[in-house]
């Protein structure tokens, strides 16, 4: 396809784009929304040693 075929045919799909209606149901949304803040599990917190860090007896040495 040469350029300009290519240029008319993304004109002709960004038409379509523009002008279509898209019709966003918000209430799915909204359902959606609510939906994913009961499904999210709860923060956990991990437990992390300094001990597994080899250099950190040197790390406070003012030497």
Do not use: C, F
């Not at 038409?15 to 999210?40: F, M, N, Q």
């Amino acid at each position: 396809m040469g350029r300009g075929r290519q240029k008319a045919k993304d004109a002709k799909i960004a038409r379509e784009l523009k002008y279509t209606p898209h019709g966003a149901d918000l209430r799915d949304l909204e359902r959606e929304l609510i939906h994913s803040d009961a499904v999210r599990p709860a923060k956990v917190e991990v437990a992390v040693e300094e001990d597994n860090d080899p250099y950190a007896r040197w790390a406070n040495d003012e030497d």
